[in-house]
């Protein structure tokens, strides 16, 4: 396989044939007269041969037959391209060049028109994965779906029904100061094998008031909590209710 410009860059012919037609277009939209066309095409062509490495710069024969080919393409193409832009723009003759700040917005409008499609499927794209998501979300929900109770307070023996162990994908009971929050979004610190597994599933109250992450000792969790306790206790509480969805009260008024 020959090395140098050929192997390095395959796609060539097709970046000089784009680049060379979206240097017609620009010219068609923004020519006003013949020596803007000449200019354009000139600078395009310059910088396409600056780009392109010429034969006696490419060691492998091979690639340097090649590349002079390549180079008489371009060479013929912007020629042809150019007789015909010039062609189509004679009638322009004597008709003044536009300002920087017209061609500059004449030029954002080609980018905005070629660019569109793309942008359109981009578009069609993030909606149908921000759908899906919702669905999935809807799924989730429905699932973990816990009726609220008015009338009948929460047992201690009926959150533990609810830790996460028995169903993955079902709902997560948590008991902060008196009120039960079904927690199932925060199934990531919930749910078991995850960092706070034990809140879940009972009263969590004192746990989260003094930061602990284990069971309280018995002389431990025979003491009142402090003021600072309490204090982080109503901070954990304003989360719960900004986060998750209350579905009941304890037996137990505190």
């Known amino acids: 396989m020959p090395h140098g410009f050929l192997a390095a ?12 037609t979206a240097a017609v277009g620009t010219a068609l939209l923004l020519r006003s007269t013949s020596a803007f066309a000449e200019i354009a095409f ?14 006696a710069g490419i060691r492998h024969p091979a690639a340097g037959i090649a590349a002079n080919a390549l180079t008489s393409s ?3 193409h912007h020629r042809r391209l150019r007789t015909q832009l010039l062609a189509l723009t004679e009638p322009l003759e004597g008709v003044e060049a536009p300002s920087f700040p017209l061609v500059l917005a004449l030029a954002s409008l080609v980018w905005w028109f070629i660019g569109s499609r793309e942008r359109q499927v981009e578009t069609d794209r993030l ?7 919702q669905a999935v979300l809807a799924a989730r929900a429905a699932r973990a779906y816990v009726e609220p109770r008015v009338d009948k307070p929460w047992t201690d023996k009926e959150l533990s029904e609810f830790d996460g162990s028995k169903d993955p994908e079902g709902a997560i009971l948590i008991a902060v100061d008196s ?3 079904n ?10 094998g995850c960092e706070y597994h034990i809140f879940a599933g009972r009263d969590a109250t004192r746990l989260l008031a003094r ?10 969790a025979a003491k009142p909590l402090t003021i600072a306790e309490q204090a982080s206790l109503q901070s954990w509480l304003w989360i719960f209710k ?5 579905v009941g009260a304890t037996s137990s008024e505190k």
């Not at 097709?14 to 680049?19: G, I, K, P, Q, Y």
């Open 9 to 20: 860059r395959p796609g060539s012919c097709r970046w000089v044939h784009a680049t060379t």
């Open 42 to 55: 000139n600078h395009s062509l310059q910088l396409q041969f600056q780009w392109l490495p010429l034969s």
């Open 74 to 76: 371009v060479v013929v």
């Open 127 to 133: 909606r149908a994965a921000e759908a899906a998501e």
């Open 179 to 181: 009120i039960v929050f």
């Open 183 to 192: 927690v199932w979004k925060g199934r990531h610190f919930y749910g078991p």
């Open 211 to 220: 930061g602990l992450l284990e069971e309280e000792p018995p002389e431990e």
């Open 242 to 246: 900004n986060k998750y969805e209350a």
